[in-house]
DNA sequence: CCGCTATGGTCACCGTAGGAGACCAACTCA
DNA sequence: TGAGTTGGTCTCCTACGGTGACCATAGCGG
């Protein structure tokens, strides 16, 4: 069980200020975006190209949102082309392990979960 | 043949498995419902009121497909009128630790991201 | 000089996922 | 008789996210 008995926060409040985090950190494309920055700094050109089918709109979205959250810092170089690196703060890398749990977990079950497929999609048909 | 090998497990892409069962495990709903039921079994309309906002159409579909991945398991008693019980499976209780470290993470963490969008709005106005 | 490329975006459009609320069957109890 | 309970399904309708066009800037090829 998760109890939350320290403060008042219940996860399953709709005003509960951790109820919404955890709709951004559990998002599908926050995931692979602290994925990728886990191996270091990425350019936008780098984050969308490694993490396939993600449309422009959704990687600015969502990394304006990340950096919002303290969770990813934004550098812009005044080159030419303009360059903006991507990274993980502090606090951005604290997310690290929790989510490598979560991939860790989905690429572990993979099998196991599509077999429960089968068996189910078979059952029903 | 269709191999899920070490070759098709690269989470960055479309078609691997492990990615649509992330996008299925990170949900909104999902994370919420493991959580009620790392407790123990529950009924339909105890998750309902349990999990403030969720919609009675969400609710069965989140369900319908956690049943269909072998992580939740549905008992249909009989009875007038109807009881339905939900709990975790094996697999599903596997899932129970990585969601509760995410919670964990969402919770500790509540004060510092409140603090980051204070910042960044500001910045930004 | 013209056009093509690359970068990191924004904007308008549009389809679909998800929320709101009505309805349902079957039985109980006042 | 009619209201209530339980676990749904069905029909809307809005809002989120995908698609593709467009932008500024400049280097480079021809």
New binding site residues.
Partial sequence: MVTTSATSSDLYRTDCAARQILDRVG?RWTVLIIGVLSDGSA???QLRRRIEG?????L??T?RGLERDGLVHRTVFPE?????EYELTQMGRTLEEPLRALQRWALENEDRIEEAHATYDHRAQ
Same sequence: chains 1, 2.
């Fill in positions: 998002d350019r936008f050109s993600i449309s422009q709109k959704m600015t979205q990394l030419v082309p303009v360059r903006v």
